[in-house]
C-alpha cells in the first residue's frame, strides 16, 4: 500500500524568509506523480505544485520549488520569500495514475505554516 | 480547470437523519471523488464515481452509510446516512482537471457538523 508521510505538524517562518517542508512517500510503483496542496482558512484546496517522477528535474512554480529524491522516496517543498499569505494547511499527495488517467490522491497528514509578520 | 460548484456549504444536523451533498461541475468529467476531511486531519478518499456505474468504495467506507449517485457527466451527490456526531466534517468533491495532467481540482467543500 502507498503511503504519504509528514513528520512535521507545524512550523513558523518570518515574512520574506525561506522555509522547507518535509514529505516522504513509499511505493513499489515507478510511474506515479507527487504533489503539494495547500489549504487555507477558507478551506479551498489549492494545487501548488505537481512533479512527475518520471522527470528528473525538480518542479518550480515562481516562489515555490520541490526537492525530489526518487531514490530516498522524498518529496520537500522550499517555499522563498514567503508572504503573509501563504499561512495554510500543507498537504503532500501521492497519485498513480489508472491507465494513464487520473486516479485517486493520496495525502499525508499536513502541515500547518504559520508566515509570521 | 474545471469549476466546482458544492451544495450545501455547511449544515448542522441532528443525530441520526441524513443529508445528500451536491457536486456540480462546468464541464463533463469521466471521475468523480468524495473525500473526507475530519476536524484537523487529512483528507481521506471515500468513493470513487463514475458515470453509469456503481460507485468504488474504499475500505473503511460502505455504500448503506454513504449511498453516491452519479446521473451524468457533471453531476454527483453523496448521501450521509443516520448521522453520528463522529460524521462531522468537510465533505469534498473532487474532478480531474480538465488540462488531463492527472491533477484534481477541488470544490470548497461542504461542512457538516452533527448535534
Known amino acids: 500500500a502507498q503511503t504519504v508521510t509528514q513528520s512535521q505538524p507545524e512550523m513558523s517562518v518570518q515574512e520574506a524568509e525561506t522555509v522547507t517542508l518535509s514529505c516522504t512517500y513509499d511505493?513499489?510503483?515507478?510511474?506515479?506523480?507527487l504533489f503539494w496542496y495547500k489549504q487555507p482558512p477558507s478551506r479551498q484546496m489549492i494545487l501548488v505544485i505537481r512533479?512527475?517522477?518520471?522527470?528528473?528535474q525538480n518542479a518550480t512554480e515562481n516562489r515555490f520549488s520541490v526537492n525530489f529524491q526518487k531514490a530516498a522516496k522524498s518529496f520537500s517543498l522550499k517555499i522563498s520569500d514567503s508572504q503573509l499569505g501563504d499561512t495554510a494547511m500543507y498537504f503532500c499527495?501521492?497519485?498513480?495514475?489508472?491507465?494513464?488517467?487520473?486516479?485517486?490522491?493520496?495525502f499525508g497528514t499536513g502541515t500547518l505554516l504559520a508566515v509570521q509578520p | 480547470s474545471a469549476v466546482i460548484s458544492q451544495k450545501p456549504s455547511r449544515d448542522i444536523c441532528q443525530r441520526g437523519t441524513s443529508l445528500t451533498i451536491q457536486c456540480q461541475v462546468d464541464s463533463q468529467v469521466t471521475m468523480m471523488f468524495w473525500y473526507r476531511q475530519q476536524p484537523g486531519q487529512s483528507l481521506t478518499l471515500i468513493a470513487t464515481a463514475n458515470q453509469g456505474s456503481e460507485a468504488t468504495y474504499e475500505s473503511g467506507f460502505v455504500i448503506d452509510k454513504f449511498p453516491i449517485s452519479r446521473p451524468n457527466l457533471t453531476f454527483s451527490t453523496l448521501t450521509v446516512s443516520n448521522m453520528s456526531p463522529e460524521d462531522s466534517s468537510i465533505y469534498l468533491c473532487?474532478?480531474?482537471?480538465?488540462?488531463?495532467?492527472?491533477?484534481?481540482?477541488f470544490g470548497a467543500g461542504s461542512r457538516l457538523t452533527v448535534l
Open positions: 511505493t513499489s510503483e515507478n510511474n506515479y506523480y
Open positions: 499527495a501521492f497519485m498513480i495514475p489508472y491507465g494513464g488517467a487520473t486516479n485517486k490522491l493520496i
Open positions: 512533479q512527475e517522477a518520471y522527470k528528473q
Open positions: 473532487s474532478v480531474a482537471a480538465q488540462s488531463g495532467a492527472n491533477v484534481l481540482t
